[in-house]
């Protein structure tokens, strides 16, 4: 045995199908992959003779990496360029007007590189991205040594990336092709939404994400203003239109999913489509609140995202998480609604399962990958403690995180990255934004 990591807790969160906490106990990770779980005395006492590196200790908490089911990484350089406006005008007369402009290769490099030290310092470990420039995306995915869902975007109008929906979904299958065994890149198929992609575009995405037994991600009845507007058009609402057409086949994430009603949640549920929740994202555009618990309820795989930092303004997933819960209880007055165990999934195995990766991904279990979250306990914020799913869920701030493991390899080690210049990536953000505002 070689290259051996222990990583011990006063808590280890499986989030296996027991949902079993092993208290006092170790992770063993060898070659990237989960060895085996146990208590920490049997397992430091197995391993006594071997060299080991030991992480954490009697005062953390181990779980799994964290899961951010929705993100424009890139746009990453575009927070707090244009806050507080409604998503329309925020769209069409901001962003796409200024990636029009400055949308480039080296831009989404740049972005994303910063957007991966901030998500993996929280704690997040995959994220399910799209954009364009698929081939810088995964550059700085690499470099960064975090794990990636890269959704090609598609669309049926220009942009700096490509021309029309056949450019677009050709770069798509290039990058499939590409990526399709890569330990850190997982590719996929993003058409934006159904008000930018015709019935054409949309069933070509999905044909070609089923040919490559890749994920699908899109936008999905973000606003009022979209359902009606699909109303006017195709006489259904969204999800029913998605239905009829044949969409809903393959593994499919449905972003934001706030405008749903009792039949397009059961559709949800049958056809198996998962939903990247963003509440932070929605409420700062005034967009909604998705009736999660009711998703929930009906059994749907429902995971947190951030969306882009430029509408967030942030990719804090605990952050997101936290409010997320409350908010439902609030809306539902029902203090039941999305309890600590439930957020725990919604951060890790639920959206695993909907993209597809729950084989190596979203739990702590043997033979798969050691993709690990290590959280300092020992901080007056989080003690006492009588439920550990509760601390972490209201209690814990993205700051706590001191270890993060991606493939087994910790990347995250006492708060700093260790593959990277940080100041590097800031300085060059803080470059981007001297051009953008001049």
Known sequence: ??????????????????????????VVVEKGIIREIGKGNEILDKYKNLAVHIYGDENSAVMPGFINSHTHAAMVLFRGIADDLPLKVWLTEHIWPKESKFLSQEFVFDGTCLACLEMLKSGTTTFNDMYFFTDSIASAVKKMRIGAVIGQGILDFPTPSGKNADEYLKKAQDFAEKYKNDPLVIPAVAPHAIYTCSKETLLKSKELALKNNIPVHIHLSETFQEVEDCIKKNGKRPVVYLNEIGFFEGKITAAHAVWLNDEEIDIMAEREIGVAHCIESNLKLSSGIAPIARLVKKRVRVGMGTDGAASNNNLDILEEISIAAKIQKGI???????????????????????????????????????????????????QPIYDIYSTIIYSAKSSDIEDVFVNGVPVIVKGKHQFCDEDEIINKANWWAERIKS
């Not at 600590?340 to 909907?354: D, E, H, Q, Y």
């Open 1 to 26: 045995m070689q290259d051996i990591s222990i990583i011990i807790g006063r808590y280890i969160i499986t989030m296996n199908e027991k949902e079993e906490i092993i208290e006092n106990g170790a």
């Open 332 to 382: 539902t007055a029902d203090p039941t609604v999305l309890n600590v165990k439930t957020c725990m999934k919604m951060l890790t195995i639920w959206p695993a399962r909907a993209l597809g990766i729950d084989k190596e991904r979203g739990s702590i279990e043997s033979g798969k990958r050691a993709d690990l979250v290590v959280m300092n306990l020992n901080k007056p914020h989080l």
